[in-house]
């Protein structure tokens, strides 16, 4: 399309603000433009932390000669021309304020092609001044260098960080971009040096290990659903919960492949690690989710980071139960590995249990030519379900008792370790727990006597839509197992009492929390279990609880007298062992 100015009153509709805050924001335009323009590799270098200089270069479609001038213009633009077109937007830009917002503010140096034409041209503009346009040998494709940015606001130019920081902003940016369009090939420069580089090739879990290194992309599990309703689609790899940090800036979330900042959806993705993750650990993750274009707004922000959704609930649930349903059917399990586990497994104790394994790269590119069949939401669910009733089968019947244990101490704040009969015995202490309320929860409940705390005083609770529909779907299972509630309002319900074995001190959080858990456990099981199973996962002790020895040694002492001591309700291994025999072998005494 052509570049043309956007009539005063389409201009108008557009959200204003201030887009060239720091050296960042000048790369995330460029970036977005070569990205519009469908280059197929990108360069960006910087030096000084993009304040002295910054370069990107795209092999894309370049500006035609007789259009330079006009893409200098406010609001002048290719992306959009009418005012539908504002509602359902396909590209990265459609403001036209990048490159006058730049050009006011640093000296600037475009060289550019297009396929059609023979020769490139030239123009520097020196803050927004134009010394014209002329003819230039070039590539197909565009190249921009900004120098000195800010060099005509000094006051602007103050409030920059240090140009280590500007730089490490850039480089986040970038990464962020390299990992979002695997099939773009991106290389990035700090002062001369190569920083990243990746393929290009559009492998997803490839891209992932040029950024951020094998150690990360082999524990990245695939992730991918839908909601057939809306037919909203999310893909994308998360990280099992053994890769954690101590912030949320490795959850990249796309929005059909915009890299959006959403608090709501950032806090689905903690949802779904519930519970596997220890306090104040975050995961690392990137996902892309595909919306029709009508049913987001991204013009509702002037650097378009944050963007508004027409039905954020159902997304917000779509994120949440695919991370969860792939966490609990994929996530590698602690076993332990030895070159000669083949001769000794007879001894885990565990034998029925089989991981999962971890998303290794032949699983997923075999996957990937018929993905969408492989990995739907159903399927998975299926899989899972599949998975969790068989190793269940198995276990009751290899073996329903553990032996007594005696605690030695506690790892990493999650792990009990135990001597047995056999060997060395290490226990999921949150895995464990869930497993012997999951068991207590279920038989109270089957025989009614599940005990009950009223609130000193009814307490509202403002619920989600997400909340509000599973206390309706749920409300008879609910009410047996001990919640007492009436609906209050719209989306309100008045708390009046909670089951015994939640904790007194905050019982209107725990009965959002459990709602919050029975949205997804409520995909893999039936109403009953489904709430059991939130139960047990909200009450037990999590990973990173310091545990004393009287509480480590009464839980294994539950674990011994429960019904199914060898899996925690979602199917994972309470337990595992190192065997005698096992130990002898590692110290060459066999
Ligand atoms: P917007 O991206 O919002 O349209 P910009 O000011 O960023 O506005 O760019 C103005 C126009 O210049 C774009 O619409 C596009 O037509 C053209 N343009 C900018 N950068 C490039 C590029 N790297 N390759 C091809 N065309 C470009
Ligand atoms: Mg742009």
Same mark, same amino acid.
């Given at each position: 399309m052509e570049i043309r100015v956007l009539s005063p009153d389409l201009a108008a509709k557009i959200a204003a603000g201030e887009v060239i805050e720091r050296p960042a924001s000048v790369v995330k335009e460029l970036l977005e433009n070569s990205i519009d323009a469908s280059a197929r590799q990108i360069f960006v270098g910087i030096q000084g932390g993009g304040i002295d200089q910054i370069r990107v270069i795209d092999d894309g479609l370049g500006i035609p000669f007789d259009q330079v001038d006009l893409a200098?213009? #406010? #609001?002048?633009?290719?992306?959009i021309a009418t005012d539908d077109q504002l509602s359902s937007i396909g590209t990265l830009g459609f403001r036209g304020e990048a490159l006058p917002s730049i050009a006011s503010v640093s000296r600037l140096n475009l060289i550019t092609r297009c396929q059609s034409s023979d020769v490139g041209c030239q123009t520097i503009r020196d803050w927004g001044f134009s010394e014209g346009v002329t003819p230039h040998g070039s590539r197909v494709g565009t190249s921009l260098t900004v120098s000195n940015l800010f060099g005509n606001l000094p006051a602007r130019k103050k409030f920059l960080k240090s140009s280590a920081s500007e730089a490490g902003k850039i480089q986040d940016l970038v990464y962020r971009y390299a990992l979002a369009y695997p099939e773009i090939r991106f290389q990035f420069e700090s002062g001369g040096r190569t920083k990243m580089s990746t393929s290009g090739h559009g492998d997803w879990l490839e891209a992932i290990e040029s950024v951020m290194g094998s150690v990360t992309s082999n524990q990245m599990l695939y992730v991918s659903g839908e909601d057939s309703d809306s037919g909203y689609k999310i893909e994308g790899f998360t990280g099992a919960p053994s890769l954690n940090r101590a912030n949320r800036n490795n959850i990249t979330i796309l929005v059909n492949r915009r890299w959006v900042y959403s608090r709501s959806l950032t806090f689905a993705v903690d949802e779904a690690y519930h519970g596997l993750l220890p306090e104040k650990r975050f995961p690392i993750c990137i996902f892309n989710l595909s919306i029709p274009l009508s049913e987001v707004d991204v013009n509702s922000h002037p650097t378009k980071r944050e963007i508004r959704f027409h039905n954020e609930s159902k997304i917000f649930s779509l994120l949440q139960r695919s991370i969860r349903s792939s966490l609990i059917s994929d996530s590698p399990v602690p076993l332990v590995h030895s070159p000669d586990m083949g001769r000794v497994s007879g001894d885990v104790s565990i034998s029925g249990y089989k991981p999962a394994g971890i998303y290794s790269r032949t699983s997923y590119s075999n996957s990937n030519g018929k993905k969408s069949d492989t990995h739907s939401l159903a399927q998975a669910g299926i899989g899972h379900k599949g998975g969790y009733t068989d190793s269940q089968d198995m276990l009751s019947t290899v073996r329903n008792v553990i032996p007594k244990l005696k605690v030695i101490g506690q790892i990493n704040l999650t792990y009990i370790v135990s001597e047995g009969p056999d060997g060395l015995y290490l226990v999921d202490q949150h895995a464990a727990h869930e497993r012997v309320l999951f068991d207590q929860i279920t038989e109270k409940a089957a025989s009614r006597t599940s005990q009950i705390q009223p609130l000193l005083q009814p307490a509202p609770v403002d619920l989600t839509p997400t909340q509000l529909e599973v206390v309706d779907s749920h409300q008879d299972v609910l009410r047996s197992f001990g919640f007492e509630f009436e609906k209050f309002g719209e989306m309100t319900v008045l708390l009046r009492s909670v089951p015994n074995i939640i904790k007194p001190d905050d019982p209107v959080k725990s009965f959002i929390d459990l709602l919050d858990i029975v949205a997804f456990e409520r995909l893999m099981r039936k109403k009953e279990d489904a709430v059991s199973a939130s139960l047990a996962c909200h009450s037990a002790v999590t990973a990173g609880m310091a545990l004393g020895k009287e509480e480590m040694t009464s839980l294994l002492e539950q674990l011994e007298r429960t019904p199914n001591p060898h899996t925690c309700p979602h199917g994972r291994p309470t337990l595992i062992q190192f065997s005698n025999y096992q130990l002898d072998r590692e110290f060459g005494r066999r």
């Open positions: 200098f213009q #406010h #609001h002048a633009t290719s992306k």
